[in-house]
């Protein structure tokens, strides 16, 4: 679990960042190749980020992350079919808490990197996809190789991640029998009760370091 948090994070800031960063031109699995290591060189010297300083964390995950993510897809994926039947208002409240869960999870990952380095792989798509797989492995100091892929789709806005795959698991998967679990148990409502829940338990805590 802690590999895949940190992994999680590595991904995430390596897009966000290269999203931000590139021209709107600029093919997915190029953009994230070009600002990845540089990402990942800049948490490794910062010694905020390193010691689990969460209001550190929060900061550049809101500058640098959040603008190319598209939460609400993601959150409606791991919805399923529940988010059709959300109303507008509870599916922005179930976006914001999830948005708030995962920069949490990102947090404690974020310490977590020291020596890793990131090798992607020819990307797959034909002229005029939208939506492209950007694959990855993360070469790690002891052990073999991680894969570590992307689901990005172009938006009017550029490119944005909707889904990570860490160790053979999508992230949207890994939290959708979760959530339909609550659901079954309290409705979309009770589900937004929840993430405020753990959101509340881990924003009282004065830095968040990956278990």
């Given at each position: 679990?802690?590999?895949?948090?940190?992994?999680?994070?590595?991904?995430t800031?390596?897009f966000?960042?290269a999203?931000?960063?590139?021209?709107?031109?600029?093919?997915?699995?190029?953009?994230?190749?070009?600002?990845?290591?540089?990402?990942?060189?800049?948490?490794?010297?910062?010694?905020?980020?390193?010691?689990?300083?969460?209001?550190?964390?929060?900061?550049?995950?809101?500058?640098k992350?959040?603008?190319?993510?598209?939460?609400?897809?993601m959150?409606?994926?791991?919805?399923?079919?529940?988010?059709?039947?959300?109303?507008?208002?509870?599916q922005?409240?179930?976006?914001?808490?999830?948005?708030?869960?995962?920069?949490?999870?990102?947090?404690?990952?974020?310490?977590?990197?020291?020596n890793?380095?990131v090798?992607?792989?020819?990307?797959?798509?034909?002229p005029?996809?939208?939506?492209?797989?950007?694959?990855?492995?993360?070469?790690?100091?002891?052990?073999?190789?991680?894969?570590?892929?992307?689901?990005?789709?172009?938006t009017?806005?550029?490119?944005?991640?909707?889904?990570?795959n860490?160790?053979g698991?999508?992230?949207?998967?890994?939290?959708?029998?979760?959530?339909a679990?609550?659901?079954?148990?309290?409705?979309?409502?009770?589900?937004?009760?929840?993430?405020?829940?753990?959101n509340k338990a881990?924003?009282?805590?004065?830095t968040?370091k990956?278990?």
């Open positions: 679990m802690k590999l895949m948090k940190q992994l999680l994070a590595m991904a800031i390596a966000a960042t999203a931000q960063a590139a021209p709107a031109t600029e093919a997915p699995d190029v953009l994230v190749k070009r600002i990845s290591q540089d990402v990942i060189d800049t948490a490794k010297a910062d010694k905020a980020i390193q010691a689990g300083d969460i209001k550190r964390v929060t900061e550049l995950v809101e500058s992350i959040l603008p190319y993510v598209d939460f609400q897809r959150t409606a994926l791991a919805a399923g079919r529940f988010w059709r039947d959300a109303t507008p208002d509870q922005k409240q179930l976006s914001a808490e999830f948005r708030t869960l995962l920069i949490y999870t990102y947090s404690g990952a974020l310490s977590q990197i020291k890793e380095t090798e992607f792989k020819p990307m797959r798509a034909e005029g996809d939208t939506e492209v797989e950007v694959r990855s492995q993360v070469n790690v100091a002891r052990g073999e190789p991680v894969p570590l892929n992307y689901r990005v789709a172009k009017p806005s550029g490119w944005k991640i909707y889904d990570i860490v160790l698991a999508w992230l949207v998967e890994t939290y959708k029998s979760s959530f679990s609550e659901i079954s148990k309290g409705g979309i409502d009770g589900l937004i009760k929840t993430l405020q829940a753990k881990l924003a009282s805590r004065p968040v990956a278990k």
